[in-house]
C-alpha cells in the first residue's frame, strides 16, 4: 500500500523494488526496437549494443541501491560453478599476443560482466503481482519485431518510417543486423508464449481478464510460427521447432484441451505461411553455399586445435589466425569472405585459448546439464524456463548471436536467473557474512556507474563516427570532440577513420608523412584484422614510395587472401 506521503509510487518501498524491472521494460519495449543508424558490423560497433550494455548496468547498479538493508547475498551452487568457469577461462589472457589481448579482454568482459548481471538478478525479489512482467516484457519486444517483419513481408507501404528496418534479398532482419538472430528471438518469444498460456502458474483469476490473455497468446501462437516458415532460418526452425514440441509435450501433461488448441493455433500459422510462399509471396532461399561454408569452418577450427592444442592460438586473434592458417594451406576467402568466428562459441574459446578455455567451457556445460537435471525433476515452470532458453542456446552453436545481439545475451542471462532461482531454490545455497553484502552493496554500483557513464559516452561517439563516414569524412571534426571523451568503446574504429581521413587529406596537402603514418598504422592493424582495403590503400603508398620490398611482400598475400579482387591481379613490372 502507498504511503501517504510518498507523492510518488516509486518513492515507496515497494515502488523502489518495481525500479530494476521497469528499467528492463523500457528497455525492451521502447528502446530495443529503435532503429539506430550504423554501419553495420558486431559488437561495439552497433549502437544497439552499446545501449544495452548501459541498460544492464544501470539494472545492476539500481538491483543494489534497492536490495533491503537485510537481506542476504547468496549464491547458489550453478552461480559458483559460472564463477569458477569465468575465472579459468581469464586464463589465455596471460599468455595472448599483445596484438589481440584488447579484443580478447573485451570478450572475457562480456562474459565476467553477463555473470554478474546474472547473479544480480538472483538477488532480486520483485512484489507478487510483477513476478511474471520480465516474460511478457519479452514478449512484447518480440511480438514488436515479429509485427514489422510481417509488414514488410505482406504490406511494406505500412511500416512506419521510424521502424522501417533494412531488408535483404527480400528477407526482414528487424532491429537486427542478420535474419537467424531476428529468428532465434522469435523462436525464443514463442516458447515464452507456450510457457505463459500452457502453465497453469500464469493463469489470471478473474476470468474476464483470463479471456483476453489467452486470445492475446493464441494469436502470438499464429503468427510467430508463420514468421519462422518466412524467414526461412534453419536455426529459426531447429530452435522454435525443438523448444515448441517440448512445451507442447510439458502441457499436454497439465492441460490437454488448451494445448490441443495451442497445437492446433501453430499448425494454422503454418498453413497460412506454406500457402503464402507456394503462391510467391516469399521468394525460396538456398541454402547450399551456407552449408558448404560452416563445414569448412568447423573442419579447418578443428584443424587449427589440433595444430595448436595446449595454448591456442590467442584470445582475439582468431580472425587473423584462421585466414593465415588457410593461407599457408594455399587457400583463400573464396566462398568464406573474411572469417571472424568459427560460428560455434564453444570453438572459438576453444581455438583461441587452447585447454584452459576448453575446461572452463566444460565447467560451463556441466553446471549446465546440472540445472537441467533438476529441472527434468520438477517440471513445471523449472524445465519450461530450460526450453525456453533453448533457442538462444542452439544459436550459439551454429552463429555468434551474442556478439550481432547484445539484447540475445541480456534476455539469455534474465532468463538464467530465473530458471536457476526457481530450479535451485531448495539447494544449498553459499551466504556471504554481513561484511560481504556492505562492500558489494558499495563496490557493485560504482563499478555499473562507471559502465553506464563509459557505454554511454561510448554511443554517443558510435552516432558520431557514423554521421562522420556516412557523410565520406568531409568534417571528422564532430567525431574527434566525441573520441576525446571515449576511453575504449570506439578506439580502434576512431583510428580506422583517421587513417581513411588522412588519405584524403593527402590528395590535398600532399604531405608525405600522412602516408608513413598510414603504412605505420597499416602494419599493425593488419596483424590483428583482415581487410582489403587496407591492403589495396598500404599498396598504393608502397608502390608510390617505390618501396618495392613491401609492395611485393604485401602484393603475394594480399592476392592469395583475395583472388578475385581486380586491385591485387596486376604486380609491379619486373
Same mark, same amino acid.
Given at each position: 500500500?502507498?504511503?501517504?506521503?510518498?507523492?510518488?509510487?516509486?518513492?515507496?518501498?515497494?515502488?523502489?523494488?518495481?525500479?530494476?524491472?521497469?528499467?528492463?521494460?523500457?528497455?525492451?519495449?521502447?528502446?530495443?526496437?529503435?532503429?539506430?543508424?550504423?554501419?553495420?558490423?558486431?559488437?561495439?560497433? $552497433?549502437?544497439?549494443? @552499446? +545501449?544495452?550494455? &548501459? =541498460?544492464?548496468?544501470?539494472?545492476?547498479?539500481? *538491483?543494489? /541501491? !534497492? %536490495? #533491503?538493508?537485510?537481506?542476504?547475498?547468496?549464491?547458489?551452487?550453478?552461480?559458483?560453478?559460472?564463477?569458477?568457469?569465468?575465472?579459468?577461462?581469464?586464463?589465455?589472457?596471460?599468455?595472448?599476443?599483445?596484438?589481440?589481448?584488447?579484443?580478447?579482454?573485451?570478450?572475457?568482459?562480456?562474459?565476467?560482466?553477463?555473470?554478474?548481471?546474472?547473479?544480480?538478478?538472483?538477488?532480486?525479489?520483485?512484489?507478487?503481482?510483477?513476478?511474471?512482467? $520480465?516474460?511478457?516484457? @519479452? +514478449?512484447?519486444? &518480440? =511480438?514488436?519485431?515479429?509485427?514489422?517483419?510481417? *509488414?514488410? /513481408? !505482406? %504490406? #511494406?507501404?505500412?511500416?512506419?518510417?521510424?521502424?522501417?528496418?533494412?531488408?535483404?534479398?527480400?528477407?526482414?532482419?528487424?532491429?537486427?543486423?542478420?535474419?537467424?538472430?531476428?529468428?532465434?528471438?522469435?523462436?525464443?518469444?514463442?516458447?515464452?508464449?507456450?510457457?505463459?498460456?500452457?502453465?497453469?502458474?500464469?493463469?489470471?483469476?478473474?476470468?474476464?481478464?483470463?479471456?483476453?490473455?489467452?486470445?492475446?497468446?493464441?494469436?502470438?501462437?499464429?503468427?510467430?510460427?508463420? +514468421?519462422?516458415?518466412?524467414?526461412?532460418?534453419?536455426?529459426?526452425?531447429?530452435?522454435?521447432?525443438?523448444?515448441?514440441?517440448?512445451?507442447?509435450?510439458?502441457?499436454?501433461?497439465?492441460?490437454?484441451?488448451?494445448?490441443?488448441?495451442?497445437?492446433?493455433?501453430?499448425?494454422?500459422?503454418?498453413?497460412?505461411?506454406?500457402?503464402?510462399?507456394?503462391?510467391?509471396?516469399?521468394?525460396?532461399?538456398?541454402?547450399?553455399?551456407?552449408?558448404?561454408?560452416?563445414?569448412?569452418?568447423?573442419?579447418?577450427?578443428?584443424?587449427?586445435?589440433?595444430?595448436?592444442?595446449?595454448?591456442?592460438?590467442?584470445?582475439?586473434?582468431?580472425?587473423?589466425?584462421?585466414?593465415?592458417?588457410?593461407?599457408?594451406?594455399?587457400?583463400?576467402?573464396?566462398?568464406?569472405?573474411?572469417?571472424?568466428?568459427?560460428?560455434?562459441?564453444?570453438?572459438?574459446?576453444?581455438?583461441?585459448?587452447?585447454?584452459?578455455?576448453?575446461?572452463?567451457?566444460?565447467?560451463?556445460?556441466?553446471?549446465?546439464?546440472?540445472?537441467?537435471?533438476?529441472?527434468?525433476?520438477?517440471?513445471?515452470?523449472?524445465?519450461?524456463?530450460?526450453?525456453?532458453?533453448?533457442?538462444?542456446?542452439?544459436?550459439?552453436?551454429?552463429?555468434?548471436?551474442?556478439?550481432?545481439?547484445?539484447?540475445?545475451?541480456?534476455?539469455?542471462?534474465?532468463?538464467?536467473?530465473?530458471?536457476?532461482?526457481?530450479?535451485?531454490?531448495?539447494?544449498?545455497?553459499?551466504?556471504?557474512?554481513?561484511?560481504?553484502?556492505?562492500?558489494?552493496?558499495?563496490?557493485?554500483?560504482?563499478?555499473?556507474?562507471?559502465?553506464?557513464?563509459?557505454?554511454?559516452?561510448?554511443?554517443?561517439?558510435?552516432?558520431?563516427?557514423?554521421?562522420?563516414?556516412?557523410?565520406?569524412?568531409?568534417?571528422?571534426?564532430?567525431?574527434?570532440?566525441?573520441?576525446?571523451?571515449?576511453?575504449?568503446?570506439?578506439?580502434?574504429?576512431?583510428?580506422?577513420?583517421?587513417?581513411?581521413?588522412?588519405?584524403?587529406?593527402?590528395?590535398?596537402?600532399?604531405?608525405?608523412?600522412?602516408?608513413?603514418?598510414?603504412?605505420?598504422?597499416?602494419?599493425?592493424?593488419?596483424?590483428?584484422?583482415?581487410?582489403?582495403?587496407?591492403?589495396?590503400?598500404?599498396?598504393?603508398?608502397?608502390?608510390?614510395?617505390?618501396?618495392?620490398?613491401?609492395?611485393?611482400?604485401?602484393?603475394?598475400?594480399?592476392?592469395?587472401?583475395?583472388?578475385?579482387?581486380?586491385?591485387?591481379?596486376?604486380?609491379?613490372?619486373?
Amino acid at each position: 500500500m502507498r504511503h501517504p506521503q510518498s507523492p510518488l509510487p516509486l518513492a515507496s518501498p515497494m515502488g523502489l523494488s518495481l525500479l530494476p524491472l521497469v528499467l528492463l521494460m523500457i528497455w525492451l519495449i521502447l528502446l530495443s526496437p529503435l532503429a539506430l543508424p550504423n554501419m553495420g558490423g558486431s559488437g561495439l560497433k $552497433l549502437p544497439q549494443n @552499446i +545501449l544495452t550494455w &548501459a =541498460v544492464m548496468a544501470a539494472v545492476t547498479a539500481t *538491483l543494489w /541501491l !534497492t %536490495l #533491503p538493508a537485510n537481506s542476504h547475498i547468496s549464491l547458489s551452487v550453478t552461480a559458483r560453478w559460472l564463477l569458477l568457469a569465468v575465472v579459468i577461462l581469464a586464463i589465455p589472457l596471460l599468455y595472448t599476443s599483445p596484438h589481440w589481448q584488447s579484443a580478447g579482454l573485451a570478450r572475457w568482459l562480456g562474459l565476467a560482466g553477463g555473470w554478474v548481471l546474472y547473479v544480480s538478478w538472483m538477488q532480486y525479489r520483485p512484489p507478487h503481482f510483477a513476478r511474471h512482467w $520480465l516474460f511478457y516484457a @519479452i +514478449l512484447l519486444a &518480440a =511480438v514488436f519485431q515479429g509485427g514489422i517483419a510481417l *509488414l514488410q /513481408l !505482406t %504490406l #511494406p507501404g505500412t511500416v512506419p518510417a521510424w521502424f522501417d528496418y533494412p531488408m535483404k534479398n527480400g528477407r526482414p532482419y528487424g532491429v537486427f543486423q542478420q535474419v537467424n538472430v531476428l529468428a532465434s528471438f522469435i523462436a525464443c518469444g514463442l516458447a515464452l508464449a507456450l510457457m505463459l498460456l500452457l502453465l497453469p502458474d500464469f493463469s489470471l483469476t478473474q476470468p474476464k481478464a483470463e479471456r483476453g490473455r489467452r486470445y492475446s497468446l493464441g494469436l502470438v501462437l499464429v503468427l510467430f510460427p508463420a +514468421l519462422l516458415v518466412w524467414l526461412q532460418s534453419r536455426i529459426g526452425w531447429l530452435g522454435g521447432g525443438i523448444s515448441g514440441a517440448l512445451l507442447l509435450w510439458l502441457g499436454w501433461r497439465q492441460a490437454k484441451k488448451l494445448t490441443g488448441i495451442a497445437t492446433g493455433l501453430m499448425l494454422v500459422g503454418i498453413t497460412i505461411a506454406l500457402i503464402f510462399q507456394i503462391n510467391g509471396g516469399v521468394e525460396t532461399v538456398e541454402h547450399a553455399a551456407s552449408n558448404q561454408a560452416r563445414l569448412i569452418m568447423l573442419q579447418d577450427s578443428l584443424k587449427m586445435i589440433v595444430e595448436k592444442p595446449w595454448l591456442g592460438w590467442g584470445y582475439g586473434g582468431f580472425e587473423y589466425g584462421f585466414q593465415h592458417y588457410r593461407l599457408a594451406a594455399g587457400l583463400s576467402t573464396l566462398g568464406l569472405g573474411v572469417v571472424r568466428h568459427p560460428h560455434n562459441e564453444i570453438l572459438l574459446w576453444w581455438v583461441e585459448g587452447g585447454i584452459a578455455a576448453l575446461a572452463g567451457m566444460a565447467i560451463l556445460l556441466c553446471a549446465g546439464f546440472r540445472l537441467f537435471w533438476l529441472s527434468w525433476r520438477k517440471h513445471g515452470v523449472s524445465l519450461a524456463l530450460a526450453i525456453a532458453l533453448l533457442p538462444l542456446l542452439l544459436h550459439s552453436q551454429t552463429e555468434y548471436p551474442f556478439v550481432l545481439s547484445s539484447a540475445h545475451w541480456a534476455i539469455f542471462l534474465l532468463l538464467l536467473a530465473q530458471w536457476d532461482r526457481q530450479t535451485d531454490k531448495a539447494t544449498e545455497r553459499t551466504t556471504f557474512p554481513l561484511i560481504t553484502p556492505s562492500f558489494l552493496r558499495a563496490v557493485v554500483p560504482m563499478a555499473s556507474a562507471v559502465v553506464f557513464i563509459v557505454a554511454s559516452i561510448g554511443l554517443y561517439a558510435n552516432l558520431s563516427l557514423t554521421a562522420v563516414e556516412r557523410n565520406h569524412f568531409t568534417d571528422i571534426q564532430p567525431a574527434r570532440r566525441a573520441m576525446a571523451f571515449d576511453p575504449w568503446v570506439n578506439t580502434e574504429r576512431w583510428h580506422y577513420d583517421q587513417q581513411t581521413h588522412a588519405l584524403l587529406m593527402y590528395n590535398q596537402t600532399r604531405d608525405p608523412r600522412l602516408l608513413e603514418n598510414y603504412a605505420q598504422w597499416a602494419q599493425g592493424y593488419l596483424a590483428r584484422r583482415i581487410d582489403k582495403n587496407v591492403y589495396a590503400s598500404w599498396l598504393a603508398i608502397a608502390q608510390y614510395q617505390q618501396d618495392t620490398a613491401t609492395y611485393r611482400l604485401l602484393h603475394q598475400e594480399a592476392k592469395a587472401l583475395f583472388p578475385t579482387d581486380p586491385r591485387f591481379l596486376t604486380d609491379l613490372p619486373e
